[in-house]
């Protein structure tokens, strides 16, 4: 069991972190430092909620949550945002730059905005903490820790790191240590001093890196992301999914759920597909998400035959995303850095068997042949083999799903208990500075 990681509901509630639960006794004004526009991966409502259920965790728990976060120029100054004040300070930079350009450029590009955002960020977030009188600050992401730190030392109060995963290897060589120096901005928002790091476990090993950036376990907490597990294990769809795509009842689907972009391989989906549709006419693949890459994968489609067999359904709103597990048979992740996604997690609650391929962590969450299936990095070409496999038996398929979710529930908190343990972090850092200034402590 890795170290601070609850891996069961039992071991969860033996384990420290249900301390973090207890809330403290006063009203607490938390201070949050943002660096994207949005919420949403992919539009409000869709995408990974983690963001959104950080922020939105707080008031549940009777605190006063203030986000500092960039705006467009025409975008409202302050906003009251599901129980959240949002304050923006305008501006045209976007201070998280994806571009297609020369790596060269794209590299220089982050380096310039970064240097803009510590420029406006850190004297916003200063006046902000003193109009409030902010009692914590909570630094959300690559850009948010580094302020969050800087605010709360010169204060005096305590500051939290919350990390949404770490995108590089944590492996030694010279490769891997050139790109942790081009990924500056991650290797510095964990490293930057915190009373506490909040780091989410999706299976890249961010708690090995963590440690060897000199994190302090006793401040490192390394969670998963939490399920909304009766949603995703009701037996009944609110929605026809297949109707509303168009997919005959007769066929069997396939499953992927993520942002279309490079780093999920989605090609090679659609390439094991087209040697699954090859040998079946019932076989339907249905692609969930959206992003820059969508335009190549739907030109890969038709070259290969089976445009007509690949549903894009785009962005799909949260609430709706349950009812496409549903109606699917087999889920497929191939992505080379880690396949422990939020719809992994999802799909496996769902009573979906997973075809993953053996990144990062990816052992850890799917044992091969029992929960799904795992393929070896240099065996892509056993996937199109071992989806007929499940799509033509059954049993077999139907018990993988319901091993699948039965290990998912022992392993993975619910939403509110994910949301519990985060918001109780903060609280438990505010309680701890406090009675250190007592000499309590």
Not at 234 to 257: A, F, K, M, N, Y
Not at 377 to 395: N, T
Request: net charge neutral.
């Amino acid at each position: 069991m890795k170290e601070n990681t609850p891996q069961t509901a039992r071991e969860r509630a033996d384990r420290p972190e249900t301390e973090l639960s207890a809330p403290v006794s006063r009203r607490l004004k938390v201070l949050a430092v943002y660096g994207w526009r949005e919420f949403w991966s992919m539009g409000e409502g869709s995408g990974a909620p983690s963001f959104f259920l950080s922020i939105t965790s707080f008031p549940r728990r009777g605190h006063e949550m203030h986000v500092l976060m960039p705006g467009a120029p025409d975008a409202p100054l302050t906003e009251d945002y599901h129980g959240v004040t949002l304050h923006r300070f305008p501006t045209t930079v976007d201070y998280m730059p994806e571009s297609d350009s020369s790596r060269l450029v794209r590299h220089f590009r982050r380096l310039v905005t970064y240097a803009q955002w510590f420029r406006r960020a850190l004297p916003e977030g200063r006046s902000l903490a003193e109009r409030l009188s902010a009692d914590v600050v909570f630094g959300m992401g690559e850009l948010g820790a580094p302020v969050a730190y800087r605010i709360a030392k010169e204060r005096g109060i305590p500051n939290v790191t919350r990390l949404f995963g770490i995108g590089m290897s944590p492996d030694g060589g010279l490769v891997n240590a050139l790109k942790r120096a081009l990924r500056y901005r991650e290797t510095r928002a964990l490293a930057t001093p915190a009373d506490y790091v909040i780091l989410c476990d999706d299976g890249s090993r961010g708690d090995v890196l963590a440690r060897r950036l000199g994190v302090d376990a006793s401040r490192l907490l390394f969670w998963p992301n939490g399920v909304d597990k009766a949603r995703h294990m009701s037996s009944e769809p609110s929605v026809d999914v297949r109707e509303q795509l168009g997919i005959p009842g007769t066929h069997r689907v396939l499953l992927s759920v993520s942002r279309l972009h490079p780093e999920k391989h989605i090609e090679r989906i659609i390439e094991a597909f087209s040697e699954v549709a090859a040998s079946r006419g019932d076989a339907t693949l249905v692609i969930v998400g959206s992003g820059t890459e969508r335009e190549s994968l739907e030109r890969l489609a038709s070259a290969h035959g089976v445009a007509g067999r690949v549903v894009f359904a785009g962005s799909v709103d949260r609430e709706l995303l349950p009812d496409f597990y549903k109606m699917a048979d087999v889920f497929v992740a191939l992505s080379d850095r880690t396949n422990v996604s939020n719809s992994l997690h999802e799909a496996m609650m769902s009573g979906l068997p997973a075809v993953v391929l053996d990144t990062g962590e990816t052992a850890s969450v799917v044992t091969d042949g029992d929960n799904g299936v795992l393929v070896g990095v240099g065996e892509l070409k056993r996937v199109p083999a071992e989806i007929a496999s499940l799509l033509e038996d059954d049993d077999r398929r139907l018990a993988m799903g319901a091993r699948a979710q039965r290990s998912a529930d022992e392993r993975l908190p619910t939403l509110e208990e994910r949301q519990s343990m985060e918001a109780g972090a903060v609280e438990r850092a505010v309680r701890e500075r406090e009675a250190r200034r007592s000499g309590a402590l």
